[in-house]
Nanobody
Framework: VQLQASGGGLVQAGDSLRLSCVAS????????SAWFRQAPGKEREFVAR????????AYSDSVKGRFTISRDNAKNTMYLQMNSLKPDDTAVYYC????????????????WGQGTLVTVSS
């Protein structure tokens, strides 16, 4: 499975942005998939996760209520709608797939996209 993230950019605080992650291969549809982010000098952190069928979303406390994860398996695509963006949301955002169910750590995902940069100015 290959993942391609896109949709990042430079926005102002309070703005919205939607990230997309397009996957190759039908196997993506059977995987729990997620978004992570990594800010400069920090470790990669979990943002949100969605089951293969698009249900049971989970979010980190820092984005809960502002971000929404979804997927369209017919298009082999996962999305992250980001509203009310804050400067602290500035990071490279990565999509990941095939969760082993062990926890929210990055090591629990087998496939990764290349990342898309989101910069939020104050």
């Amino acid at each position: 499975v290959q993942l391609q993230a896109s949709g990042g950019g430079l926005v102002q605080a309070g703005d919205s942005l939607r990230l997309s992650c397009v996957a190759s291969g039908r196997a993506f549809r059977s995987y729990t998939s997620a978004w992570f982010r990594q800010a400069p000098g920090k470790e990669r952190e979990f943002v949100a996760r969605v089951r293969s069928g698009g249900y049971d979303p989970a979010y980190s406390d820092s984005v809960k209520g502002r971000f929404t994860i979804s997927r369209d398996n017919a298009k082999n695509t996962m999305y992250l709608q980001m509203n009310s963006l804050k400067p602290d949301d500035t990071a490279v955002y990565y999509c990941a797939a095939q969760w082993n169910g062990a926890g929210n750590g990055a090591s629990n995902y087998a496939y990764w996209g290349q990342g898309t940069l989101v910069t939020v100015s104050s």
